[in-house]
């Protein structure tokens, strides 16, 4: 079993505020716990959910706040920060427009999860966080879905083709992330010895397919 990267008291809290969401307010999730639908791995400490306007009333209960500089808003509930991203406001802050976000996803346990190959865009923009202990858990995040996520790289190279991303916003950094995640191995895989050949089949079909 891997080793995980938060607090197991933070990401049961996530969990029941996620769950608790899950039955009364519209929304496609992303982030970590998306991730963690596809795979049953590491766990959350913060909820990120994309959203409509009119399906913040229940969060203005709460109290709304902004990052400063980011076109992102958000919520603490229970306890759990819920990141918001609003369709038609938080657009510029991603690959592609929330809109797409919110009409591209598959149903996991009665929760809206966005689409796995678009989840794996969203996770790599991450790349330009400034918070470099995020930034880690984007790269497990990253690793555990590929190896084990069944990603259909022709539909993630479609989306990259789409929304015309460049390589420096895609694809090589998720060929570095390959690289640099060697130091995180016990994070994602049973052993060192797996975290190897995973890492380097996934560079061959990336590489191969992408034209490296």
């Known amino acids: 079993m891997q080793k995980q990267f938060w607090n197991n008291d933070k990401t049961d809290r996530s969990l029941l505020v996620l769950r608790s969401l899950s039955k009364g307010i519209g929304f496609v999730l992303i982030g970590g716990w998306a991730v963690y639908m596809y795979v049953n791995s590491q766990k959350s400490e913060d ?20 990052y400063e500089g980011l076109p992102i808003k958000y919520s603490v509930v229970g306890g759990t920060i819920v990141n918001l991203f609003i369709n038609g406001y938080a657009d510029q802050a ?29 996770k790599l923009w991450g790349y330009f966080r400034s918070d470099d202990t995020k930034l880690r858990k984007d790269m497990i995040d990253v690793l555990t879905l590929v190896f084990y996520g069944g990603i259909d790289l022709r539909k993630f ?13 895609s694809t090589d950094v998720l060929l570095e992330y390959l690289d640099r995640g060697a130091g995180l191995w016990e994070y994602v895989c049973p052993s060192k010895d797996d975290f190897v050949k995973l890492k380097a089949e996934s560079k061959r079909r990336i590489m191969a397919l992408f034209g490296y």
């Open 157 to 169: 190279a479609r989306y990259i083709s789409e929304y015309k991303i460049e390589k420096r916003r």
């Open 94 to 122: 991603l690959p592609v427009p929330v809109s797409r976000i919110m009409s591209d996803y598959t149903l996991i346990d009665d929760i809206k999860v966005v689409r796995k190959e678009l989840l794996l865009l969203l």
């Open 47 to 66: 909820v990120d959910i994309a959203v409509e306007p009119d399906r913040l009333d229940f969060f203005r209960r709460h109290g709304i706040s902004e």
